[in-house]
């Protein structure tokens, strides 16, 4: 019911943000799987991905400002 009330465009918002949710928990089951703990290597090498990604993002906002 709470579906029917939200306006047209919100729609595909929730369901990117939705996904969204869903690549991050999978990056999270991915990174710790098994309990396995990664090299500090590795995690660095996912932490500069992760930040570059980040860097990405700020740069689509400030382009559509």
Known sequence: ???????????????????LGQAFSALGRTAFQGGRVLSVEVLRSVRGIVDRAREE?????????
């Open 1 to 19: 019911m709470e579906e029917e009330k939200k306006k047209p465009a919100e729609a595909p918002m929730a369901e990117e943000l939705r996904q």
């Open 57 to 65: 993002i700020e740069k689509m906002t400030k382009e559509q400002k």
